[in-house]
């Protein structure tokens, strides 16, 4: 029999696609607020959100009439007929957000239009309204979200905590206030301040707010290309060096002033940077792409993370085109020398027999290592080199591929009490990276095998000062990643270390000459090359 669900229980199964967590709540409000041209946006949340969610918006306000309005389903002043589902300008268009919300939520809109003579507060109350009466408010909106999920044990249930739910209200909040550097956006959490801009209109400040002072004079302004015609503009600003963390969190696209992932434009951005920053490092980067608003379908996805782009190729060209532009460009610290003066991208012209056939012809300071390839002569830091080839060959492990090396009595590992509990929580990843190893007793490990990479570069000392790092950082998004570069990192060759000719050679074979080019630290490249176009230009031999 099929019988029609209750509208209060339609209208919860709803609102679980758009408000999937306290995230999207923040979410919905900020971008309420941005739509109705705030320039200060506060946002304050207790308990993970689950206890209160305000945001206070010095916008235009809601009229009196209106207001009982907002709250219903498909409800809004945005859309006005089927046509303008095409040409979306606002960032809300469904009229869906405040009645999903106040179906899962206590909602209180305290608002006042410049218009009225005073405010008004409107009380929702399981998805009806309460109570509508006068208050005081200067011009504006607050809109307070009280006891979420409250009655919705099973949604509770598939959160992740409070500081999990913090993390993602963050990340949101962050990603709204580079989509609008105009705005100057405050978040508190448990009334800590976790964020705040400007809202000065400079995304590099909006940037440096959101990661760090740091970062600063890594970012570097993309300028729009004539060249790439009307259909596609690329701006935004792009990190290098400092600018780069461990994940791909820094990362913001946004289309049509729009924040929304999508997989094939992170891709292209991956492979855009991938000979400039370190394997397992990513940028900071906003890229601001603007397309016809004919070309993008933004009506894909109930939450709008999602987009559509008619011309996807000629979108991702263009953002690889304006990485590369940006990054050849920037004044700032950059391996200047990578970038072959030839083909702008220091990649050799062919590659054929010679890779891994480099020429060692010496070392420098104990830290270099001098050779001759194909493309003209590197300059290697040893220390960085090594740390490439060790990670590829954790890597491998990740795909079974690699030997792991199992001792005849386990060894017994001694750690730091944080690092224990890191290592305690985290068996999974050790195993995935490599080490099989278990607790034993509260302050150490026992360890059973270690990957065959690390088995004669001491393997229990790098595994030690390796989870005494991590107990000190913010918890990794990938720990087996994170664990390979720590391992890779702790076992390398130190600058200084003074190698044999062998040693040299079975390093450099192990990296070949294309990988060389590709691999940077931290923003420091990991070799220099100076190619024979550069030798024969410094020495005149160009005519
Ligand atoms: P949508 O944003 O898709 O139009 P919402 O349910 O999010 O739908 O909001 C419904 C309507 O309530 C909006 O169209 C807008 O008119 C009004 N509104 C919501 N929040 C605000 C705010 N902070 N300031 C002014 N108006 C608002
Ligand atoms: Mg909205």
Redesign the pocket.
Same mark, same amino acid.
């Given at each position: 029999m099929i019988r029609r669900l209750p509208p209060a229980v339609a209208a919860r199964i709803a609102a679980g696609e758009v408000i999937e967590r306290p995230a999207s709540v923040v979410k919905?409000?900020v971008?309420?607020?941005i739509?109705?041209g #705030?320039s200060r946006i506060t946002v304050e949340i207790e308990g993970g959100g689950l206890d209160l969610i305000r945001?206070v918006?010095d916008?235009?306000?809601?009229l009196p009439d209106?207001l009982p309005i #907002?709250f219903e389903r498909h409800? +809004?002043?945005?859309?006005v007929s089927d046509d303008d589902l095409d040409s979306i300008a *606002?960032?809300?268009?469904?009229?869906? #957000?405040?009645?999903s919300i106040a179906a899962v939520a206590d909602v209180d809109c305290l *608002?006042r239009t410049t218009e009225a003579p005073h405010a008004w507060r409107l009380g929702m109350r399981g998805g009806r309204v309460e109570s509508v009466e006068p208050a005081a408010r200067a011009v504006g +909106?607050t809109?307070s979200v009280v006891g979420l999920f409250a009655d919705l044990p099973a949604r509770r249930k598939f959160l992740r905590g409070k500081s999990g739910e913090n993390g993602q209200i963050v990340a949101q909040v962050a990603s709204l206030a580079l989509s609008c550097p105009r705005i100057g956006l405050t978040l508190r959490l448990d009334g800590r301040r976790a964020l705040e801009t400007p809202g000065d209109g400079d995304l590099a400040a909006a940037m440096a707010s959101v990661h760090g002072r740091g970062i600063a004079e890594y970012l570097a302004p993309v300028e729009p290309d004539p060249a790439d015609g009307d259909r596609v503009q690329v701006g935004g600003c792009l990190g290098w060096g400092e600018a780069t963390l461990p994940t791909r969190a820094g990362l913001t696209l946004l289309v049509n002033g729009r924040w929304v992932q999508s997989r094939t434009l992170t891709y292209a951005v991956d492979e855009a940077y991938r000979t400039l920053v370190q394997v397992g490092r990513f940028p900071v980067a906003v890229l601001d792409i603007r397309v016809p608003s004919g070309d993008v379908d933004v009506n894909v996805h109930p939450r709008k993370s999602e987009v559509r782009l008619l011309h996807e190729r000629a979108v991702f060209g263009a953002v690889q085109r304006a990485i590369r532009r940006t990054l050849a460009g920037f004044a700032g610290p950059r391996p200047t020398t990578l970038l072959g003066p030839d083909d702008g991208y220091g990649q050799p012209a062919e590659q054929g027999s010679w890779i891994s056939g480099l020429r060692i012809l010496g070392q420098a300071g104990g830290t270099y290592i001098i050779a001759e390839g194909a493309a003209g002569i590197y300059l290697v830091d040893q220390h960085a080199a090594h740390e490439r080839v060790l990670f590829e060959q954790l890597h491998a492990a990740w795909d079974g591929r690699q030997e792991r090396q199992s001792f005849l009595e386990p060894a017994i590992v001694e750690l730091p009490a944080r690092a224990a509990a890191v290592a305690r929580a985290h068996v999974d990843a050790l195993e995935a990276a490599g080490f099989e190893a278990e607790p034993f007793g509260d302050g150490a490990l026992l360890v059973r095998a270690v990957p065959a990479a690390l088995a004669d570069r001491g393997a229990l000392a790098v595994l030690a000062e390796s989870l005494a790092s991590l107990a000190d950082e913010a918890p990794p998004d990938d720990w087996r990643a994170r664990l390979a570069i720590l391992f890779a990192c702790h076992s390398a060759t130190r600058a200084g270390d003074r190698l044999a000719t062998e040693e040299m050679t079975a390093l450099l074979d192990q990296l070949g000459e294309a990988d060389l080019c590709q691999a940077c630290s931290h923003g420091r490249p990991t070799a220099i090359l100076l190619s024979h176009h550069q030798l024969a230009r410094e020495f005149g031999r160009l005519s």
């Open positions: 919905e409000l971008e309420n607020a739509d109705a #705030a945001v918006d916008g235009h306000g809601i209106d #907002a409800a +809004t002043s945005k859309l *606002t960032l809300g268009f469904r009229g869906e #957000a405040l009645p *608002t +909106t809109m």
